[in-house]
């Protein structure tokens, strides 16, 4: 099937469009190089999935999500990047060329930026696949309309579980928030703003032993780590935030990646494949925000340039 593929030929090409894929678009088509961007999903990534964003510079008021996406994908449009729709499957090298395959076209590029981000964290315990969009949600701005008047849990007192949270207040009769550690990793900003709320309670040092039900959510079972006493309390739906894994899936055994998945990189961001560049929260790193996947996208970008130029010497 291979021989059968059509192929396009580009200077660069950008596995993923979300903020630091369209970012490294934008610099690399204004730098003139042949851009396209391969996107499985919506432009956007997670970025585009989250409420309201406060710390991104330029926005003293906060911007939704999906607004600043939408605005980082007409601006690399904008500039002559393409988007396809298509999923990555592998990448091959030869010579100075790399061949990006998907399920249905082959392109062949001089440089790869890998920008594919992160996907939430499924917690494997029972209940969680078979009532998965009957209950069990990983996106409040997706979902959290669907719950009105409703009595819901939300696992995970990060940033993201507690901003997520303060959105679906907009909807729910009450929200019992569930953290496995014994105190929450969320900034203390929101956690002041939550603990303020008089709808939200707070399960700290709690595990989330399974999510009950038989055609919806019906109810979690929950035990004490400290006291292993178990309970049972009815929600009709749950919102998990356990963390991100790395959707690089395509990439290994192709690129270093660490022992959770992530993308090894050098200073230039440059992978263990020659030309082969990787950007954002697929990085093996220790910060991952919207903010930081931006810059990195315009170094990725830049550095992709003058790789591509020190071939030609």
């Known amino acids: 099937m291979g021989d059968a593929l059509s192929k396009d030929n580009y200077d660069l090409i950008i596995i993923g469009a979300g903020p630091a894929g369209l970012t490294a678009g934008i610099y690399g088509a204004r730098a003139g190089l042949q851009t396209v961007m391969l996107e499985r999903a919506l432009p956007g990534g997670l970025a585009a999935t989250t409420d309201y964003i406060e710390n991104y510079p330029g926005f003293p008021d906060g911007i939704k999500g999906m607004e600043l996406t939408e605005k980082m994908k007409k601006q690399a449009q904008h500039f002559g990047v393409e988007i396809i729709g298509s ?18 076209r082959s392109f062949e590029t001089v440089a790869v930026i890998i920008a594919t981000g992160t996907v939430p964290k499924k917690l494997n315990i029972p209940g969680e696949d078979e009532l998965r969009g009957r209950g069990v949600s990983y996106c409040a701005t997706c979902d959290g309309p669907l719950f009105k008047g ?20 907009n909807f729910a009769r009450h929200i019992t928030f569930i953290e496995f550690l014994p105190h929450m990793t969320a900034d203390k900003i929101l956690q ?13 040092n709690h595990e989330l032993l399974s999510i009950d039900g038989k055609e919806r959510v019906e109810a979690i079972t929950v035990k004490d780590r400290v006291v292993k006493n178990k309970k049972t309390m009815e929600v009709s739906g749950i919102f998990i935030y356990a963390g991100l894994a790395p959707k690089s899936d395509f990439v290994k055994g192709i690129v270093k990646v660490d022992s ?4 090894v990189i050098d200073d230039n961001l440059e992978t263990s494949l020659p030309g082969v560049f990787a950007a954002g ?20 970008a830049i550095n992709a340039y003058h790789y591509i130029e020190s071939l030609k010497t």
């Open 87 to 104: 999923e990555v499957v592998s990448l091959v090298k030869k010579e100075h060329i790399t061949v990006v395959k998907t399920s249905a």
């Open 150 to 169: 409703r009595q819901i849990a939300v696992i995970g007192c990060g940033n993201s579980g507690l901003q997520e949270g303060k959105f679906l207040l």
């Open 192 to 204: 002041d703003r939550l603990g303020q709320e008089p709808k939200v309670n707070f399960l700290l």
């Open 260 to 263: 959770k998945g992530f993308v």
């Open 281 to 300: 929260d697929i990085c093996a790193q220790a910060v991952r925000q919207v903010v930081t996947a931006c810059a990195q996208g315009a170094a990725a």
